[in-house]
């Protein structure tokens, strides 16, 4: 299948602002998303964008996407220790299975 | 119910058993997906059913793995005579009706671990 990367892990000052990046490979991809994943939860859909947009805000969340890249970024301002948690980058396209990466983890310290 | 529920929580079982897996969606979703999370992998699809029919099911890895789904409701995801690298998270999660960009509800996923 196509592919979604992500980097693994990310840490961050509690305060400071988060970037996660994501680059996918299918061109046909029509919706991306942003999941969140808790300890032992399932996923949560946190924002996502249609391709025909390059960005979306939503409070302290800002997706920003450059289709011409095929790169996907979520930006969490003012991270707080609650923000700590994997996120994971999906793309979709005209069909029902999201194609997801493997997640970043996300660590906001004190 | 409230949300999308899933049974066992945590399976520990023997190389060679086979397993249940079950997943309740939100009522009157009548679609449902079956992912499995692996450890330092993303999700990796499995199976989708829309009603008690499953139209895809590409995702499965190997002819232990099956599915069903009935009622329009509960499903459940059998794995016989289990390996070690079927120790993953399975997650199961549901949508109002399965179109293009529908919100999916996920579950908090069982965690098989097999010996």
């Known amino acids: 299948g196509e592919d979604v990367e992500q980097s693994l892990f990310l840490s961050v000052r509690e305060g400071d602002s988060s970037v996660i990046n994501c680059t996918y490979t299918?061109?046909?991809?029509?919706?991306l998303y942003w999941y969140k994943q808790e300890p032992g939860a399932g996923l949560q859909l946190l924002t996502y964008?249609?391709?025909?947009?390059d960005m979306k805000q939503d409070q302290r969340l800002t997706v920003l996407l450059n289709k011409k890249d095929k790169h996907l970024s979520l930006r969490i301002a003012d991270t707080q220790t609650g923000d700590s948690a994997i996120y994971f980058c999906?793309?979709?396209?005209?069909?029902?299975?999201?194609?997801f990466g493997k997640g970043t983890s996300l660590l906001v310290t004190p | 119910g409230a949300g999308v529920s899933q049974s066992p929580s945590n399976k520990v079982t023997e190389k060679g058993k086979d397993v249940e897996l079950r997943c309740d969606p939100i009522?009157?979703?009548?679609?449902l997906y079956w992912y499995r999370q692996s450890l330092g992998q993303g999700l990796e699809f499995l199976i989708y059913?829309?009603?008690?029919?499953?139209?895809?099911k590409s995702g499965l890895p190997s002819d232990r793995f099956s599915a069903e789904r009935t009622g329009g409701s509960v499903s459940t995801l059998t794995i016989q005579r289990t390996q070690q690298e079927d120790s993953a998270v399975y997650l199961c999660?549901?949508?109002?009706?399965?179109?293009?960009?529908?919100?999916?509800?996920f579950g908090s996923g069982t965690q098989l671990s097999v010996l």
């Open positions: 999660a549901s949508s109002a009706s399965g179109v293009t960009n529908e919100k999916l509800f």
């Open positions: 299918d061109s046909s991809s029509t919706y």
């Open positions: 964008i249609f391709s025909n947009m």
């Open positions: 999906a793309e979709g396209n005209s069909g029902y299975a999201l194609n």
């Open positions: 009522s009157g979703h009548t679609a």
């Open positions: 059913f829309q009603g008690n029919s499953a139209p895809d």
